[in-house]
């Protein structure tokens, strides 16, 4: 899957990293932009870090 950032990723991948989750390329996005994306950041450590935003408010999955 190709990846694809969103005007969300930067916050997502502040979530992630409170989780203890870093790396790759960032959160990608994995939906269309609108008012409910969802976001998807593989970790170092092999797990993955899923995110849903509305409205700019997000919370991890």
């Known amino acids: 899957m190709e990846f694809r950032a969103g005007i969300s990723s930067a916050t997502v ?3 992630a990293k409170q989780q203890a989750c ?3 390329y960032g959160a990608g996005l994995l939906t269309a932009s609108g008012p409910v994306e969802v976001y998807r950041m593989a970790c170092d450590n092999g797990k993955v870090f899923m995110a849903k935003c509305e409205l700019r408010q ?3 999955m």
Do not use: I, N, V
């Open 13 to 15: 991948e502040g979530l």
């Open 22 to 24: 870093r790396g790759g």
């Open 58 to 60: 997000c919370r991890q």
